[in-house]
């Protein structure tokens, strides 16, 4: 059984602003190295899947975009959604284009704008999570929490299946305080990274019985895959599938799910305030991406520059982004609150700003 | 006798940094109003004095801009200061100038760079201290303090001359918070706001007095005063008049001096925290120049665009400021450091941003 690897990078947050924008979505972005997110995901393949076995989705304002970036992958391997459907209808199309290609495959799905600094322990963990997988389980990579998140959701660990996984006892969604310091403590729970493995005949049928709306557009699409009828078969068909995610449709749902604990540097890079995560800062732990950035006497800050001056005076734990045709200025504990400019820009119109 | 205004703009600070520049000092900004400072200044004077009486002293090079500014003015009365000197040699030069036009001058030096809100009141006062003057004594306005500012020198009343007038009994340096406090609760100091009046005549005495290298230098130029052996001489004796500030030079040794007080809501406009001295706040205490600032939950903040969007979220007296080919973040009570950037730039060579 071989392992495909599918990138989903239908993403369109905000929470970048000003760097990112409709055209150019964080997955687009160089925001943890000299490469965007994307490119760096299938990087660290490496040598688990070759390019002509790792597939992308993503809409199809990016498609042309993930081409440019990912050249080597061909050009049928990134999949487009006619219309963005959440992660279970993305995923769905994905396990039955390569089904039909190899019946046996197992899928690796991996979220397309996350870090992670231990690739070598990244590749030992999803490994060993396709060999779980292949017994016939839904597999997802449980991330060891290093704080008491309040953004994620987390997977509860239940029974042992060998040294490695474990069978999923629930997905808890994101928890209070409290309840992450708890979760935490407890060493029981993980964080859901959005990673999963599986064979492609148990996602169909899992699809087919959590999710029969779906199940019965994959089944209608099925006869054509790879003919000239498949593109406008997809474009009618797909918009009927329900938009829901591949964790509240599937996941949490399904009976035989296992989870494989990993360690290996994870970070979601979900906002600006997470760089510090992903970026070396310098001594007063500031954080400065990009050129132009002239920092008196400032700490924990986060910078973004585009060249030109910028200049951060008496600063302390604040924001700064200069994306050139667009400014941001905000608090690292308040940087999710970007999209109230988001969401401004689009009440004035200025939908190229977006 | 006739009032000559003399608008001095010969400076060059870099407190409004990126706004101002070494080509575009301070006066040529549009601070408090929609018109440069300058241009306001010159505005202020109403009908107290007709442009062909009116003198502007700057720079080479700032004349240019400071006569497309002012077409109104003959561009003789433009004088050019060949180096800087401070403002004792440039108020010598224009009362040279003035005086061959006009023996019985009465000059009226006024800083090209401050705002004044209420008009009337200060054409009253003005009025008053060219009438002061006219008996023969330096004139100096002081302006009535609202707080216990520490950035200003203070001027102390002596004897009243009579229910407008005083005598000066000193020039203090700007105080220590707790002197201040004492000051602004006596009622007996005002603001030295660098508002003088005086014949042409009492100051070249003065000058010959206190100052007596600048004398000379004015003395030697004086045959050359209209004819066109003025330019090259004033280049070649002005650099050797010393750098000094009427202040120093000649007010605070003098002994016939006068003070007016004035009460016309001045602001010295001093850096980008005194915006809200002169421009009016939204509800939330922001003051909000240019086009394209999107504000979201920010109180006391003063933000100036440039037309692209700017996010400001969550900022608590914060100056936030887009030049367009340039960006500064700093908080408004350390808007002052903004000459740190300055310097950085200037270090690192980018003479273009300073």
């Known amino acids: 059984m071989t392992l495909y690897p599918v990138v989903m990078a239908g993403g369109s947050g905000t929470r970048f602003w000003p760097l990112s924008r409709r055209a150019r979505p964080k997955q687009f972005l160089a925001l943890a190295t000299r490469k965007p997110l994307v490119v ?11 390019p002509g076995r790792t597939y992308v989705v993503c809409g199809p304002a990016h498609a042309r975009g993930i081409r440019r970036l990912l050249p080597r992958l061909p050009a049928a391997n990134v999949l487009v959604e006619p219309v963005a459907r959440n992660t279970a209808p993305a995923i769905g199309l994905a396990t039955l284009e390569i089904q039909a290609r190899d019946p046996d495959a197992i899928l690796a799905v991996l979220p397309s704008d996350h870090h992670v600094a231990d690739v070598a322990g990244f590749q030992r963990v999803l490994r060993r999570a396709a060999e779980v997988a292949r017994a016939g389980p839904l597999v997802t990579i449980g991330i060891r929490p290093t704080r008491p998140e ?7 660990l239940g029974e042992p299946i060998d040294e490695t996984a474990y069978r999923v006892k629930a997905f808890v969604e994101k928890p209070d305080a409290p309840t992450a310091a708890h979760y935490l403590a407890s060493g029981d729970y993980l964080w859901n990274g959005g990673i999963f493995v599986f064979t492609a005949r148990a996602m169909r049928a899992a699809i087919d019985r959590h999710l029969p709306e779906l199940g019965k557009v994959l089944a209608a699409l099925e006869s054509t895959v790879g ?3 498949h593109a406008a078969a ?3 068909l797909f918009p009927r599938a329900p938009a829901v995610s591949i964790d509240y449709g599937v996941m949490e749902k399904a009976r ?7 360690d290996f540097g994870w970070s979601d890079v979900g906002s ?7 970026r070396p800062a310098d001594a007063a732990g500031n954080v400065v991406v990009g ?7 400032s700490t924990g800050c ?3 520059g585009s060249g030109r001056p910028l200049g951060v005076v008496g600063l302390r734990e604040m924001v700064v982004v200069d994306a050139a045709d667009a400014v941001l200025v905000v608090p690292r504990d308040r940087s999710q609150d970007v999209r109230a400019v988001v969401q401004a820009l689009r009440t004035r119109g200025f939908r190229k700003f977006e």
Chains 1, 2 share one sequence.
Request: net charge positive.
């Open 40 to 50: 760096e995901t299938v990087a660290r393949l490496g040598r688990l899947a070759a």
């Open 150 to 156: 309040t953004g994620y959701g987390y997977i509860q």
């Open 227 to 229: 003919t000239r009828r």
């Open 234 to 236: 997809l474009k009618r």
């Open 256 to 262: 035989d799910i296992a989870v494989v604990p990993g």
């Open 272 to 278: 600006f305030a997470a760089l510090p995560e992903v």
């Open 291 to 297: 050129e132009g950035a002239i920092l008196v006497d």
């Open 302 to 304: 986060v910078v973004v």
